[in-house]
């Protein structure tokens, strides 16, 4: 009898730790999905902002290309009366429209590398977390491993 009721106390032990165990891996599990959900989240604000951002880029470098294409329509007549002045309006003109298209190409590697540093310092902060929730479960299961010896 008094085998049996160390047989029951054991394996009631045993049940405990375990319990307490695959609580702690739940809980560690828990703050892992929650860390994995705030950086997905940040992940997709973060691609919308740059995506609308080179949208509007994209949508203004068209506009201006539109207007400099029809501006050049509209000018057309000109290099009948003095071809060397058309010309050369025609070429400062289309200088001047690259310089700006390299401005709006600058500014959106400039927004991807923003975008890019942002990501990078959430992916170092979800990491952060991922590895302080592991550390913390580790030492819970030490904890417990110890104290079953």
């Known amino acids: 009898m008094d085998q049996d009721a ?3 106390h ?3 032990l045993f049940a405990s ?3 307490d165990g695959m609580e702690a891996w739940a809980d560690a599990n828990q703050e892992i999905l929650k860390a994995s959900v705030d950086f997905t989240t940040s992940a997709a604000a973060e691609g919308l902002r740059l995506f609308s951002g080179i ?3 994209t949508i203004e470098a068209a506009k201006a290309g539109r207007d400099y294409w029809l501006g050049r329509l509209n000018e057309a007549e000109g290099w009948q009366k003095d071809p060397l002045a058309w010309y ?3 070429a400062i003109d289309g200088l001047e429209e690259t310089t700006r298209a390299v401005a709006r ?11 890019a540093e942002k990501l990078q310092a959430t992916v170092e902060l ?3 977390k991922i590895q302080q929730t592991m550390n913390t479960l580790v030492a819970e299961l030490q904890g ?3 104290t079953a010896e």
Do not use: L, Y
């Open 6 to 8: 160390n047989r029951q």
């Open 10 to 12: 054991a394996f009631g």
């Open 17 to 19: 730790r375990a319990f």
């Open 55 to 57: 949208q509007a880029s």
């Open 88 to 90: 050369h309006k025609a």
């Open 105 to 115: 190409a600058q500014e959106n590697a400039g927004a991807v590398t923003r975008s």
């Open 126 to 128: 979800t990491a952060e």
């Open 144 to 146: 417990m491993s110890r």
